[in-house]
């Protein structure tokens, strides 16, 4: 007995340890200059959370554990292992998806415990005195209310990630729409609710396996209408969920590690959920219900024609320019281009000319996409602007280069009423005295509306891959410091 409680109070001890690792490391993943180290803290703090769990009495009943429940840690692990393998190897293109799946399998996990506890609680015949409750055999009356929760949020989270990781990678359409679906999403999920008090008064596994059922479904039909221009906001938002799931699920185990990473994850993914709708200049309501970019055109039809413009002439541009911005996006990854653009970067620099990147709060497919791009090719933090900054400098800029962006640089969001992306902050690239597009084709972006930019008079379109095209520019620029020119 005193064995087990010297064990219980070094298990928590230690995940109160790992809760400060995670909170300090999240605060770290804040900067990019800092955000390798705080995911490496995190981590290690995730190592002595999963590492005590193999010794905590407290979080077994007081009764070890169990052969039946170390083969599922065994197991959880193993697939963490190759999960972990799959990670180091997926091409950065397909980061969002991964990110997106990755998430589903926090929110799962969290849906999982509450099924298991509650499950276990319908079927203990029992008196639910301090042992039961200790053992987890059965479950007080806010103990249940806050499992219910967690499983509802965590089903949600899991199933809706597993959508958008289907939209994302393209195994799905982004638009799936019938008429009066919002007021069935509405009754599904009052249906849920309902199932959920049920259960809270009167526990039993029929109600307990309907009520997973339906909460899955939720997560599904909330997910299936929105389409891919508002996924960044979407996977940040079932982040948050995920994160509280984890936190009501901590309660119900009684791990304070659980509790207190699941509530930090949590706001910083409400926050940031919060700062991206905010960027998009729309409510989060608006997000999950109004059906943006699943791929509808709209607004004012524009005049005028897209202008091509070779390599060579884009090159004489950059050489006589003093200021350049380079705008990645989305295209950007797709062609893997990212170190490309930092060479021909390097060779500006080299050249003495003023370089920037300039960074939307949603361009890519998931928060933060571009960064994670331009941190791989290496492109120094203090040439990374982001859209406040860099916005009052475009009408200095000489030459304005998009690489792969389309909606986050229309200027249609400013002046176009009858756009769907009215009023959403944008990158002034149309203040630019000459702005490149570096494009494969004339299609538009993937909210599905034309963008306004690629008509305007200073704007020339280079149409051609965005690897090729910044190959194509550095040798022509190469070829122009040469000559003397």
């Known amino acids: 007995m005193a064995m087990e409680t010297m064990l219980d109070l070094l298990a928590k001890a230690s995940y109160l340890l790992a809760a400060l690792l ?33 010794i905590a009495p407290s979080t077994w009943g007081g009764h ?28 950065i293109t397909d980061m969002p998806q991964m990110v997106a799946i990755f998430n589903g399998m926090g ?3 969290a849906a999982a415990i509450g099924a298991a506890a509650l499950l276990n609680a319908a079927t203990f015949t029992g008196s639910c005195d301090a042992q039961a409750l200790a053992a987890h055999d059965c479950m007080t009356r806010s103990g249940m209310v806050l499992g219910v929760i967690g499983a509802l949020i965590g089903a949600i989270s899991f199933s ?19 008429p009066g679906q919002q007021y069935f ?19 039993d596994i029929p109600l307990v396996v309907a009520f997973f059922v339906l909460a899955l479904l939720v997560g599904v039909l909330m997910t299936l209408p929105i389409g891919g221009a508002d996924m960044p906001v979407v996977i940040s938002l079932y982040n948050a969920l995920t994160g509280l799931a984890v936190a009501f699920e901590g309660y119900v185990l009684g791990i304070e590690a659980l509790i207190i990473a699941g509530m930090v994850v949590g706001a910083a993914g409400l926050l940031l959920t919060q700062l991206m709708a905010k960027a998009m200049n729309r409510p989060i309501s608006n997000v999950l219900f109004s059906n943006f970019g699943g791929g509808d055109d709209g607004g004012q039809e524009i005049a005028g024609s897209q202008k091509p413009i070779e390599a060579s002439d884009v090159a004489a541009l950059l050489y006589l320019a003093e200021k350049v911005v380079f705008v990645p996006g989305y295209g950007m990854a797709v062609a893997q281009a990212q170190h490309k653009i930092w060479d021909l970067s390097q060779a500006l620099i080299k050249a003495g000319k003023d370089v920037k990147f300039a960074i939307h709060p949603v361009a890519g497919r998931m928060p933060g996409h571009m960064n994670v791009l331009l941190a791989e090719a290496g492109v120094p933090y203090d040439l990374i602007a982001d859209m406040d900054d860099i916005n009052p400098e475009f009408k200095t800029t000489d030459v304005a280069i998009v690489i792969g962006a389309n909606d986050v640089v229309n200027p249609a969001a400013k002046t176009d009423k009858s ?10 690239v149309v203040d630019a005295r000459q702005t490149i597009v570096i494009k494969r084709g004339k299609g538009t972006g993937f909210a599905g509306i034309e963008n306004a930019l690629f008509y305007a008079d200073n704007t020339r379109m280079l149409y051609a891959d965005g690897k090729e095209a910044a190959t194509r520019l550095l040798s022509e620029l190469k070829a122009l410091e040469g000559g003397g020119h």
């Not at 840690?73 to 292992?81: D, E, I, Q, R, T």
Request: without cysteine; glycine residues 12%.
């Open 22 to 54: 995670f909170i300090f490391g999240l605060k770290r993943m804040s900067s990019p200059v800092t955000a390798r180290a705080g995911i490496v803290q995190a981590g290690w703090g995730m190592v002595l959370a999963t590492a005590v769990t193999f």
């Open 185 to 203: 999403n509405l009754l599904v999920f009052l249906a849920t609710l309902a199932l959920g008090a049920w259960i809270i008064v009167d526990l």
């Open 160 to 178: 809706g990630s597993v959508i958008a990781w289907a939209k994302l990678d393209g195994r799905l359409d982004k638009r799936f729409t019938f």
């Open 107 to 109: 929110g799962g996990s």
């Open 64 to 91: 070890g554990i169990e052969p039946l429940n170390l083969g599922l840690m065994v197991l959880a692990l193993a697939l963490s292992g190759v999960f972990w393998v799959w990670g180091r190897k997926v091409p």
């Open 419 to 428: 756009s769907p992306i009215f009023g959403m902050p944008i990158l002034d």
